[in-house]
């Protein structure tokens, strides 16, 4: 059976560094994701002063890192390039340390909104101004030479972990206690690897889905522990090597793959469409669960619905879920996911432009869309707009049968995934070539 080893979890990888660099010792890490964006959460602690050693250890990275000196001030913009989540836990970070710097990216990031976290920091008392665009990228975080944060409960309209992380490390960095209550619960790896860290960070569950997430200063011993662990693979790509050996009806073992819950919507997403889901026994590393997943075809993929609660368990698999819809039987419905057109593009807008230009029927919804199944052959010109998960998701299509796509940027996969044409090879290459 083809088994994949999927890069070391993008989301984790950003935490671990941002976290070793205010930690209270040196941190050792392994097995972070080698792409663009965790590079950028790299150079970002470097310029705050952290010391680090980065070696390339198997696909991914080994990093060494000495926590920031705290007389450092940065003298530079620290560049985001294309990741949304160095910039804004970037930003509570520097809230948290009353450290001034301006934060800034590419094309891209700069027309992603940045309000969601700069209104709560703001809330805290941070004084954040925008250099551009109102709400956009670049953003000047003023220094706070003298006094304290002041504590937040806040009650985001969207779930966002990128939001809860960076009140988060702008509450403990600070020792204020902060609160997110949030309508479903998002991402829960900040608080997995601070709890895991020695800070007490508490979950609270609520009515219909809603969490309760709140640091309590008050009975911390204020140290940060440096880190010492290995950073689980990444359920988000392993999806796009899933989606591909199921398009070629073929089975697939993911090994070493992180199975936090929420980030593991898209399985049940894929029992819906007739595949067979095995998961093996999880074990736990630094507070996230691990395990191996075995996916096996059904005869054929069935149309699936998904709205509401499971959104934001699968928001970054949606690309290749409408792939998998597109080749599925009957028509998909995906709502309740305006976030995507938020992204790394809207990704609504690309999904649906570039699956009609291949000639699959779907129509565009405000928040979502609607694929009708097809087994024709599927031909054209793709435009991912930079996008590394649109260019990942017809990446794969491209590879199966009856699809012959002309990519414009197919190497914006570096972004989280270095290796992705290396594995979709190995996925998709006629038997018996392994
Ligand atoms: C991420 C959170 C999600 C996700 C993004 C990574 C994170 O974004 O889509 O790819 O690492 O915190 P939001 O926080 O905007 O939902």
């Not at 809860?164 to 829960?188: F, M, N, Q, T, Y």
């Not at 010109?381 to 590879?399: T, W, Y």
């Amino acid at each position: 059976m083809i088994t994949i080893r999927p890069p070391g979890d993008k989301s984790i990888s950003h935490r671990a560094v941002l976290l070793s660099a205010v930690a209270d010792g040196p941190s050792h890490i392994e097995g972070l994701c080698d792409g663009d964006d965790v590079r950028s959460s790299l150079s970002v602690i470097e310029k705050l002063g952290a010391q680090i050693e980065v070696t390339p250890e198997g696909h991914g990275l080994r990093a060494s890192v000495r926590p920031r000196n705290q007389a450092a001030a940065p003298q530079e913009v620290l560049e985001c390039g294309n990741s949304g989540t160095t910039a804004r836990l970037a930003a509570g970070l520097l809230v948290g340390l009353g450290v001034g710097a301006v934060l800034d990216g590419d094309a891209s990031l700069r027309a992603r909104p940045m309000r969601r976290v700069v209104y709560p920091l703001q809330a805290m008392g941070a004084k954040i101004d925008y250099l551009d665009e109102r709400n956009r990228l670049p953003v000047a975080i003023r220094p706070r030479a003298t006094g304290s944060l002041r504590s937040l409960k806040h009650r985001p309209r969207v779930a966002s972990a990128q939001v809860k992380s960076a009140i988060l490390l702008a509450g403990v960095l600070d020792g204020v206690p902060v609160e997110v209550h949030e309508p479903v619960r998002s991402r829960d790896h900040t608080e997995r690897l601070l709890a895991g860290l020695g800070v007490p960070v508490e979950c609270a569950e609520g009515e219909a889905g809603s969490v309760a997430v709140a640091f309590d200063p008050g009975v911390w011993s204020g140290s940060i522990r440096p880190l010492d662990m290995t950073i689980p693979g990444d359920p988000s790509s392993a999806a796009f090597m899933i989606a591909a050996a199921l398009l070629m009806r073929r089975p697939i073992r993911i090994e070493g793959v992180s199975d936090n819950p929420t980030r593991t919507g898209f399985l049940s997403v894929l029992e819906e469409m007739g595949a067979t889901v095995e998961r093996g026994d999880s074990e736990s590393r630094c507070g996230e669960p691990v395990s191996a997943w075995t996916v096996r075809p059904p005869d054929r993929l069935r149309a699936f619905e998904i709205g509401g609660t499971a959104i934001p368990g699968v928001i970054d698999e949606i690309p290749i879920l409408a792939i998998l819809a597109a080749r599925g039987v009957g028509r998909s419905v995906i709502r309740d996911a305006a976030e995507l057109r938020v992204k790394e593009s809207d990704r609504i807008d690309r999904l649906s432009r570039n699956l009609a230009a291949l000639g699959v029927t779907v129509s565009e919804r405000d928040d979502g869309l609607e694929v009708e199944g097809t087994t024709a052959r599927l031909t054209g010109a793709i435009s991912a707009a930079g996008d590394h998960r649109i260019a990942m998701a017809f990446g794969v299509l491209g590879e199966t049968p009856a699809a012959t796509l002309e990519l414009d940027d197919p190497e914006c996969a570096r972004v989280s995934y270095p290796d992705f044409r290396e594995h979709l090879r190995r996925v998709t290459e006629p038997i018996g070539h392994d």
